[in-house]
């Protein structure tokens, strides 16, 4: 976090360790490993990891795996992996699993206190039972059984003698309350799963409202951050604590969540998307995980500053995903380098240009940053350039190559088109050109100017490359979040992905995965860590050179007010 930018949370903080109500700030990071970690994951590690290194204190990393149904080791290592890659290391690594134990005997101790009992309704009854938000509900008939019979069924329970959603265990706190959490909430249930970290060893699993608060007891964890759709939660929580006789008191604090335009932020959906076979697995460049970030080309650095300008308030906000592509480009112009490629190729034979003949250019590997240096581009007599540097009937004010026309070629001289060469379909396939010598780039030739500069490709040294281009995943403008299953797949974009074959400089053929470049006039690209190969180069595009987002206060400010 940033030391200068204040907010609510922070401001707490200080309050807590200037009155001497903690000495040392603890804050975990606890996900379930349900899925993979997405853009609003990354809010929650920076604001935890963030805080907790400002003030010397610490973070765990604590796996709230409570639901072996749904969970998976493939998740756990993916998600160690995006916390490290966001540039934070955990104090401890930990799991709800570890505590199963200490758990099952704080439900012993609430059924001893006459707070939990056996219940045998189903889960429909149980919803039934507990009413509505302006309705208040009515007990079990189970609710009253003995301490005994309750203590009896519960260790039957744990030793697997009842099929799963035979029984279940609830506290009993107020079937009239305000608050639906606290009617008489399940705290535990039968799952006759194999938990990727405890086996076979348990058939009952604590269920995530009873779990949570107990782990942050346990851990001494100072500040329990969580989004704002815990808040309701927030009495369960207490009442969890305080009635377990827990020592420690976790102090609960929520934020508002961060969403993003074009943007699915629920992991549910995520996982649809990915079964369904929309996207080609978790770390799809067109996913906003971390791990398809990551894979696109974002940077850490350019995400840890993004979380950084979005105000950290009690409200829900959408930001403008131009926004997150403002930042990466911010990042990368000073750090990659410029080449060229041309990723929809059309052969230009330069007929007045010595045939055989190779001649090395010299060309800036990134103009605004001059301490890269420089470097070599062969010419010859063919290259490749983009299609669309090439109408054969221009619309007015079009700069580039059509008929009878001279423009630049980059780092290299200016030539003209003379002719056309089309296939048996009418389609243009070559063009020839001539060239002036005179014109070369970096001579100080002043003698007539073009308005038209066009990047290229020479063909013999040429490296076949695959091109990806992306558009938002999502059409709509923000994601519905409504329980209805009018089904956001409806507003998938069809056109999300652009897979194109062209050709980059010979300079290129040694990219490693994860290395990042600007394509003159397409934007900056990274190597793809999956499917690049020896004999195959693959790029992703990252973000375009330009946006239309103007950075502006608003996103810069971080309101200490709720």
């Given amino acids: 976090m940033d030391n200068q930018t204040s907010n609510f949370i922070k401001d707490i903080m200080i309050k807590d360790l200037e009155s001497g ?138 030793n697997g003698e009842f099929a799963n959603g035979q029984k279940v265990l609830r506290a009993k706190i107020d079937m009239a309350s305000p608050n639906i959490n606290l009617r008489d909430p399940v705290i535990y249930r039968i799952s006759h799963a194999t938990h990727h970290n405890t086996g076979d060893k348990w058939c009952i699993y604590p269920m995530y409202a009873f779990a949570h608060p107990l782990e942050d007891a346990i851990e001494g964890v100072t500040h329990s951050i969580c989004t704002i759709e815990f808040e309701d939660q927030r009495p369960l929580y207490n009442w969890v604590v305080e009635q377990s006789e827990m020592e420690n008191t976790p102090q609960q604090i929520e934020f508002g969540r961060l969403n993003v335009s074009n943007t699915v932020m629920s992991k549910r959906k995520l996982k649809q998307l990915v079964d369904e076979g929309f996207v080609d697995g978790w770390d799809d460049p067109r996913m906003p995980t971390i791990s398809g970030m990551r894979r696109k080309g974002f940077t850490p650095e350019s995400i840890r500053t993004f979380v950084s300008e979005t105000a950290i308030t009690k409200n829900n906000s959408t930001v403008d995903s131009q926004m997150l592509e403002h930042f990466v480009r911010e990042d990368l112009k000073l750090k990659t380098p410029r080449t060229m490629g041309v990723i929809n190729p059309l052969k230009v034979v330069i007929t007045n240009y010595p045939e055989g003949q190779i001649e090395l250019l010299d060309a800036e590997i990134n103009p605004e940053n001059p301490e890269m240096g420089m470097r070599k581009i062969p010419f010859s007599r063919e290259i490749y350039i983009e299609k669309d540097d090439f109408m054969e009937d221009p619309p007015k004010k079009y700069f580039r190559l059509f008929p009878g026309n001279e423009v630049r070629l980059k780092n290299a001289y200016f030539i003209k088109c003379e002719e056309i060469v089309k296939d048996a379909n009418g389609e243009v396939v070559e063009l020839r050109c001539t060239y002036d010598p005179e014109t070369k780039s970096g001579t100080g030739f002043t003698g007539r100017k073009v308005k038209g500069t066009i990047h290229w490709v020479e063909v013999t040294h040429a490296v076949p490359a695959e091109f990806r281009l992306y558009e938002p995943l999502i059409l709509d403008e923000t994601e519905d979040d409504s329980d209805k299953e009018t089904t956001f797949l409806d507003h998938v974009n069809p056109k999300s992905l652009e897979v194109l074959q062209g050709f980059v400089e010979p300079n290129m053929r040694e990219s490693r995965p994860q290395e990042k470049f600007q394509f003159f006039r397409h934007g900056y690209f990274n190597v793809d860590p999956k499917d690049t190969t020896v004999d195959k180069l693959v790029f992703n595009r990252i973000v375009s050179l330009k946006s239309s987002f103007k950075i502006t206060k608003k996103w810069c400010q971080a309101p200490n007010g709720a």
């Fill in 21 to 158: 109500h903690h000495s040392k700030i603890v804050t975990r990071f606890p996900p379930e490993p349900n899925g993979y970690l997405h853009i609003g994951h990354a809010k929650s590690i920076i604001i935890n990891f963030g805080l907790a290194d400002e003030f010397n204190g610490k973070t765990n990393l604590r796996f709230d795996d409570t639901n072996p149904t749904k969970e998976d080791i493939e998740y756990v290592n993916s998600i160690k992996e995006d916390v490290k890659w966001l540039g934070f290391e955990w104090d401890d690594l930990l799991f709800a699993s570890n505590y199963f134990e200490e758990m099952y005997n704080k439900a012993v101790l609430l059924i001893k206190k006459g707070l939990a009992y056996v219940d045998d309704l189903t889960a429909d009854e149980i919803r039934e039972y507990r009413g509505t938000l302006t309705d208040p509900g009515k007990n079990s008939p189970y609710r009253e059984r003995s301490i005994e019979e309750n203590l009896d069924l519960f260790e039957q329970m744990r």
